[in-house]
């Protein structure tokens, strides 16, 4: 239905001489492109708000966005299901965060996921799936980017748990949900190989 009405928007755009009508499939892709996004945004700082944990939301998603970019790892197969899983995944950390680590739970336990999850992104990092392929030269490309973000993801955590900040707890969640996206993708992987070969 979603791309039914993108496509009869581009093609109202076509109509009007607005674009060629070759570009009609490409628009009605990218406009559908622009709305999820928009959705997916308003939808996390929405939670963010309505949990009281506003400011961890947007940190959260302020570094976990640009790592998850170049990163990689598994992706749903459309954009419904993506979204439920983002927002479930979102309210999740927010959630471990607001009555575990700011409570003083769970603390230890966070801090070792978040050195397991830096050492699967550096190791892993970046991983392409059947709804977002790269190619080689990308791979090499995303690899450095990735390595560099989560360098200064790293710093910046450490720095606020020097400072004794509740948000280095947000750093840790974005650093380990994109961790997590990566970790799924290589099970995916491998539950998906024929009979008999080995895992990658």
Not at 5 to 27: P, V
Not at 60 to 86: D, K, N, Q, T, W
Not at 102 to 124: D, E, H, N, R, Y
């Amino acid at each position: 239905m979603t791309d039914n009405f993108f496509r009869k928007a581009a093609a109202g755009l076509a109509e009007n001489g607005n674009i060629q009508e070759k570009y009609i499939e490409l628009y009605a892709k990218a406009m559908e492109a622009v709305v999820a996004i928009a959705v997916n945004f308003g939808s996390a700082l929405l939670i963010s708000y309505l949990l009281g944990m506003w400011w961890h939301g947007v940190l959260l998603l302020g570094m976990f966005i640009p790592l998850r970019s170049y990163a990689g790892g598994y992706h749903s197969g459309g954009y419904v299901s993506c979204y439920f899983e983002s927002c479930a995944l979102l309210a999740t950390a927010l959630l471990t965060i607001k009555y575990f680590a700011l409570k003083g739970s769970m603390i230890s336990t966070l801090w070792q996921l978040f050195f397991i999850s830096v050492a699967v992104i550096f190791i892993l990092a970046p991983m392409a799936d059947k709804n977002k392929p790269i190619s080689e030269k990308e791979a090499h490309i995303f690899k450095k980017r990735t390595r560099l973000i989560l360098g200064a993801e790293v710093i910046v955590t450490m720095i606020l748990a020097y400072l004794q900040s509740e948000y280095m707890f947000s750093c840790i969640m974005a650093i380990s949900l994109s961790a997590f996206a990566l970790v799924l993708q290589r099970c995916v992987e491998y539950m998906h190989l024929p009979c008999g070969q080995e895992g990658l």
